[in-house]
C-alpha cells in the first residue's frame, strides 16, 4: 500500500469550487496508484463561519478571558465540520471516503491547551478504513489527553498532524496544498512576484518556518525531517510544480556556478506582534539563580521566549505580545523590575549556504540600517540570522533584505 497524506489548508477549502480542486487532488493522486489519506483544516479564514478564529472570536463574546478546554472543544469543530463535508464530497465523486476526528485516529496529547504536542499515535482505526477501501478524511489540528479531554495543536497545527499520520503509517510522502503554488522566498503579500522555492533541504524549510513563513508548521517540518518523509508543497488548483523538501537537496542546483557563491541565503521571512522584556532588579542573575527562575516561571506558563540576551544584571528576551499578561503575571512573584514593550518585529534571512561564510551580518545590518530601520536585538544560528525592529517597519525591512540577497533571482 502507497500511502500518501494530503493535507489542504483552510484557505483551499473556502469555496464550493476550491473544496472541488482539492478532491481533484486526491483522485489524481488514486489514479497514480497512491493510498490517499486526507487531513483537513477549518474552512476559509476570519469571518467565514466555520474559520478557526470566527469560532474564536464567539468564544470570547461570551467570555473575554475564556481558555482552556471550552474554548479548545468549541475550535475543534471547525475541523470536523469540514472532515465531514469533504468526506461527503468524494463520495458523491465515486470514492468511499469516511470523516475521522484526531482522537478517533488514536492522536494524544498532553494536556496543554490552545497548543498541545502530540505523544503518541494509535493508528489501528485508520488501517482498518484503509483496508476497507475506503478514504480517512481527518480533522486536523485536534487530539485528545489520556483522560479523554479534546486538545488542539496551535496554529498550523494541521501541519502536524498531515506529518504525524504521514509517520505512522510509513507515507511516501505528505502533500501539503494551499493558496499558493509553494514556499516563496519572501511573503507574497510584501513582495507578489517573490519566486516560488522548487526544493529546499529540511533544515532550511523548518528554519524558514520558525522565522515566520507560514506555509509549513516548523513542528511538521521537524517530524517529517526526523523520519525523512519528502514533503511537496504546492497550490490546491495546480497537480504539478510547487516546492520539494527533503534530505540532500539544495536550492543552488539549478543555479550556475557564478551565482552559487552568493547564494547564501535561500529566504527572507517576518514574525509580527512580538513585545520586548526587560528583567532588572538583582546584581547577579548567574550566581543569585534568579535568571533560571526567570525561564522557569514562564516555561510553567506556557509562554515561549526567543532572542535572549542574559548579562550579569539584566535579561532581555521577546514573547508573543497575546502572552504579555500571562508574563506578566507569571513573573509577578519574583519581585524583579519588569519593563514589558510591544509593537516589535523578528525579521530574519535564511539559509543553509550562510554557515561558515564571513560578512552576512554586515551585509543584513548595512541594509537595514541603509533604509534607517533601527535594530533593538539580533540572533544568529548556522542558518538564520535574525533581528528585532518595529512592526510598523516590517514591509521595508523586508523589501530591502529582498534586494540585497538578489531573492528574486532563484
Known sequence: MRVVVQKFGGSSLSTAELRREA???????????????????AMGRFGDPYAT?????????????????NVDLLLSCGEIIAATLFAEGLCSLGLPAVALTGWQCGITTDDVHLGARVLKVHGERLWEVLHQGRIPVVAGFQGVTEQG?????????SDTTAAVLGVVLKAERVEIYTDVDGIKTADPRIIPDAPTLQVMSYREAMELAQMGAKVLHPRAAEIVMEEGIPVQVRS?????????????????????????????VTGVAHLGKRAQVKVRG????????LGARVFQVLAEAHVSVD??????????FIIDQAKVEIAQQALAPLGLEVEITG??????????????????MARVVNCLSAEDIPIYQTSDSHANISCLILEEDIGRAVQALYREFHLDSI
Not at 31 to 38: A, E, H, K, L, M
Not at 149 to 157: D, E, I, M, Q
Not at 343 to 360: C, N
Request: zero cysteines; aromatic letters at 6%.
Open 23 to 41: 478532491m481533484q487532488r486526491v483522485w489524481d493522486a488514486v489514479d497514480r496508484g497512491f493510498t490517499p489519506v486526507v487531513v483537513v483544516s
Open 53 to 69: 478564529d470566527t469560532l474564536l472570536e464567539l468564544v470570547k463574546e461570551a467570555n473575554p478571558k475564556a481558555q482552556g478546554a
Open 149 to 157: 479531554v479534546v486538545t488542539t495543536l496551535g496554529r498550523g497545527g
Open 236 to 264: 490546491v488548483q495546480h497537480s504539478k510544480g510547487g516546492t520539494f523538501i527533503g534530505h540532500g537537496v539544495k536550492p543552488q542546483a539549478a543555479l550556475g556556478a557564478e551565482q552559487i557563491a552568493d547564494r547564501v
Open 282 to 289: 538583582v546584581e547577579n542573575f548567574h550566581t543569585s539563580g
Open 307 to 316: 532572542l535572549i540576551h542574559l548579562s550579569l544584571d539584566y535579561i532581555v
Open 343 to 360: 509593537g516589535f518585529a523578528k525579521v530574519s534571512v535564511v539559509g543553509a549556504g550562510m554557515h561558515g561564510v564571513p560578512g552576512v
